[in-house]
């Protein structure tokens, strides 16, 4: 990583900056970590054991879909608000998008080409998929960090943080439930103790109780046993089994 890429972070993220709202920071934390999570697994899987094979592939599929997902939303919500208020401004990413579109197609076919290969093929193949996967998750951080700070900063030059927060509930009420909730999972996994508890706060305030409840059980279940045990104390949360001492 060369300097000028250092100059663009400390240029997009001032240390003394008034907070704003952020489109893009606790979605890609959980993509970051379900990306990592799905290449470690890809690594170690042993491709001739079939239920460590047939679970790797689909953590695999259950990854692409997501992104697949998760940069239509980022096209129809807010990259067609930025368009209507700065025409041109959302290309560079969209043509990532398109690129990793087509990636997307070809990893699918990889992962069905393994799935079915013969077993003395099985291992290479899934290590030139292990090599192929981790190209992949190297150009999304690459352009993670782009709309991270680069476009991050044209959204806040061109809207308030009350159109950005509009543009954002919009975004989420188009996901179907079955994705949010593998989202969020990744979410809770991949974000800080203080995020957790402004999400968490944020859901017990506008979302239905059931929402809240069952983002507070998969905490529980997803989190180490300190982790949880602060998380329950900032949203005062009632005791727990296993609830342990932290300070």
Not at 32 to 42: G, K, Q
């Amino acid at each position: 990583m060369d300097q000028s890429t250092f100059i663009r972070f400390d240029d997009a993220l001032p240390l003394d900056a008034a907070p704003r709202i952020d489109l893009y920071g606790l979605v890609h934390k959980g993509l970051r970590a379900f990306m990592f999570d799905t290449l470690a697994r890809m690594g170690r899987c042993d491709a001739n054991d079939p239920q460590d094979l047939a679970d790797t592939l689909s953590a695999t599929r259950q990854l692409l879909a997501v992104l697949h997902g998760h940069l239509h939303h980022e096209n129809d919500f807010v990259h067609a608000a930025l368009e209507a208020r700065r025409p041109g401004a959302s290309r560079p990413t969209a043509e990532d998008h398109e690129g990793h579109e087509q990636a997307i197609a070809a990893l699918e076919a990889a992962v069905d080409e393994l799935g079915s290969i013969d077993a003395a093929r099985r291992p290479r193949a899934a290590y030139r998929l292990y090599l192929r996967l981790a190209r992949f998750v190297a150009e999304n951080l690459e352009h993670m960090e782009v709309e991270e700070t680069h476009l991050t900063a044209l959204l806040r030059d061109a809207f308030d943080d009350t159109e950005l927060a509009a543009i954002h509930e919009r975004l989420v009420a188009s996901i179907p439930p079955e994705e949010l909730a593998t989202v969020h999972r990744w979410i809770f996994v991949g974000i800080t103790h203080d995020e957790r508890v402004g999400m968490l706060s944020a859901m017990r305030e506008h979302a239905p109780a059931p929402v809240f409840e069952g983002s507070v059980a998969r905490c529980r279940d997803l989190l180490a046993p300190r982790d949880w045990a602060k998380l329950a104390r900032a949203l005062d949360l009632p005791a727990v089994a296993g609830l342990v001492e932290i300070w």
